[in-house]
């Protein structure tokens, strides 16, 4: 995905990480001030972006419960939130869509029910998932699972990873980039999580995920290679390029689970 961003681009994506990658900064810093200005602007340049301060704000008020510790300043991610919703209006009221009545709530709905009746959706999803993330994303998955702990970095990332795999099959079908579009928040839960990991396992992370960068060709040019470019995400790609691509990655992140067994890690 970082080396279609060079291929096109004429795209809103690269701007969406450096908002995201803004947002994570000023909430771990404490810095929520920032907000007020950041959540309107980055809105204005991406919609899905609203979602972000409206489930920070619902953790927030969580965890400031939770732990009494009043570490979010509920008011000002408030604020944040009804700014970028108002941004969010002002654009469709003066930008409004070619096609009315296609909002985000019916672009997920809609999505949704074709996930119900086509389940290999689902199969695809998993293989953008990996495509995007390689084994990385399942091994990070797996730790988790086992070594569930309260802390208050790591729910954050959790939480806005879990949103954007849910935007890879709710938000439209071109699974693979808007899975990505979660990296600043993906990418640092990565980190985050396997960090204790053994220096060695991330040599063979690395190995592991280099085919999926596709280096040894081109970017084919959808103009002409409509086909070939299509097997390059496995939201288009043929049947059994998905399904080869998901067992390459699966057994990949087994390999790695596997030789960690040995290990307290």
């Known amino acids: 995905m970082i080396r279609l961003n060079a291929f096109d681009p004429i795209t809103v994506d690269v701007p969406t990480y450096f908002f995201q990658a803004v ?64 941004a969010q209006w002002l654009i469709n009221f003066y930008f409004p869509p070619i096609e009315a009545g296609k909002g985000a709530l019916i672009t997920i709905g809609y999505h949704a029910k074709q996930a119900l009746l086509n389940p290999f959706e689902i199969v695809r999803w998993l293989a953008a998932i990996s495509m995007a993330f390689g084994p990385a994303i399942w091994w990070a998955i797996n730790r988790y699972r086992k070594h569930y702990y309260y802390d208050n970095p790591r729910n954050l990332l959790v939480i806005f990873t879990a949103l954007y795999l849910a935007f ?91 030789t960690n067994r040995s290990k307290k890690y």
């Open 168 to 258: 890879g099959i709710l938000a439209g079908g071109d699974m693979t980039r808007i899975v990505y579009l979660g990296f600043p928040f993906i990418t640092t839960w990565l980190i985050y999580e396997l960090q204790q990991a053994d220096f060695k396992k991330y040599w063979l992370l690395i190995v592991f995920s280099l085919p999926l960068m596709m280096l040894h060709t081109a970017i084919p040019d959808p103009a002409f290679q409509w086909e070939t470019w299509e097997n390059w995400y496995p939201e288009f790609a043929q049947t059994e390029i998905v399904l080869t691509l998901l067992a390459y990655v699966f057994a990949a992140s087994l390999i790695l689970l596997k």
């Open 23 to 86: 947002f994570l900064w000023a909430v771990l810093k404490r810095k929520f001030v920032h907000l007020l200005w950041l959540a309107p602007l980055a809105t204005c340049q991406k919609e899905s972006f609203v979602a972000l301060p409206i489930i920070l704000f619902v953790y927030a008020w969580w965890h400031n419960r939770k732990t009494e510790e009043g570490f979010y300043k509920l008011y000002i991610i408030a604020g944040s939130a009804v700014l970028a919703l108002a």
